[in-house]
């Protein structure tokens, strides 16, 4: 699946998105492996108001500022997404859906509202070129995106992984799923773009490899969590990988704090590496960054002898909610 992802990019740089009404500010709505397109467009959006929704229903502003709403659901039956999407009409707010079908793409049809239909086959995590590059070109065409960074992302992301998985990205993603197998990685990032990666590694390595992972963003870690590292020493040295995500385009106050974080860091953990984006899109500079983690995430899978695809824990949740409605 992850093959495809440079070819995703591709698509979607070529995709003619629907009619969508100009709008001031856009309401992201999607969960898990889909919502993390709400958190690329914002990241890539920049200054635009583009704000990020996880849950039901629509939140209390939304009434007031009346944005566009974009949904998002690889399967299209996704129970937060669809209570958003319930609400928002109700409330007479346009919305556009991004979905490979179900029932969010049966009620775009019928309601005629402006969609995007992603292809299907793939768990929705490994669709995340589809995923945020249609919510991207939604998004240019509501006029808050100028470029969208699709064609860059794509030749970048090829590079990385090589035409046959045998790009750069292979052994430095092996190298960092050595250092970190056994422990549980935490994954330190800088605010905005490298955060967003940051939290696609957690949710990779939650999902694919089946272990905890966690995320820590500065300049907020430098505030309060960091004191948490001063004590357990090698209880949780033992125990806890930390990974790096940097980007030259951070600010200069921004990267001073790193070397002296890491350092309170390494009272209470052990420093796994680091990984620097490439590129110059915010866009590709993300995508440069979360393939290293999607690729670090199947090794550690590998290593671990689990099947990276199925998600049981996920699966037998939504069952036990389901006998409970």
């Known amino acids: 699946m992850l093959e495809t992802l440079a070819a995703q990019y591709r698509w979607a740089a070529t995709l003619s998105p629907p009619d969508v009404p100009r ?6 709505a999607g969960m898990g492996g889909s919502g993390i397109a709400g958190d690329v467009a914002a990241a890539v ?18 009434a007031r500022l009346r944005p566009l709403v974009i949904a998002v659901s690889y399967s299209g039956n996704t129970e937060e997404t669809r209570s958003v999407v319930d609400d928002a009409l109700e409330a007479g707010l346009d919305v556009a859906v991004v979905a490979g079908g179900g029932q969010l793409g049966v009620l775009a049809a019928e309601r005629d509202l402006p969609r995007v239909l992603v292809p299907t086959g ?3 995590r490994a669709a995340f070129g ?8 939604l998004i240019e065409a509501a006029g808050l995106v100028d470029d969208t960074g699709l064609e860059e ?9 090589g035409e046959a ?15 970190l197998s056994g422990r549980i990685a935490l994954v330190l990032a800088g605010q905005g773009v490298p955060a967003v990666a940051a939290y696609r590694w957690k949710t990779q390595i939650n999902e694919n490899a089946k272990a905890p992972a966690f995320r820590s963003v500065l300049p907020e870690a430098d505030h309060n969590e960091i004191v948490g590292w001063s004590t357990w020493g090698s209880a949780t040295r033992n125990w806890v990988g930390v990974v790096t995500l940097r980007d030259r385009h951070e600010s200069s106050r921004l990267a001073a704090r790193f070397a002296p974080t890491l350092e309170q860091l390494e009272r209470g953990a052990s420093v796994a590496g680091e990984v620097w984006a490439q590129g110059d899109s915010p866009l590709a500079r993300l995508a440069s960054l979360a393939v290293v983690g999607d690729l670090v995430s199947l090794a550690l899978a590998r290593d671990a002898g689990v099947d ?3 998600v049981d824990a996920i699966e037998a949740l939504k069952r036990r909610l389901t006998e409970q409605l």
């Open 23 to 28: 709008s001031s500010a856009v309401l992201m």
């Open 45 to 62: 959006a920049n200054d635009a108001p583009v704000f990020v929704h996880k849950g039901y229903g629509l939140p209390r502003w939304a």
């Open 122 to 124: 793939l768990q929705p």
């Open 130 to 137: 589809y995923l945020s590059g249609a919510t991207l070109r």
């Open 153 to 161: 992302t794509a030749t970048i992301v090829t590079t990385l992984l």
């Open 165 to 179: 998985m045998d790009g750069p990205a292979v052994p430095l993603a092996d190298d960092l799923a050595e250092a």
């Open 308 to 310: 990276p695809v199925p």
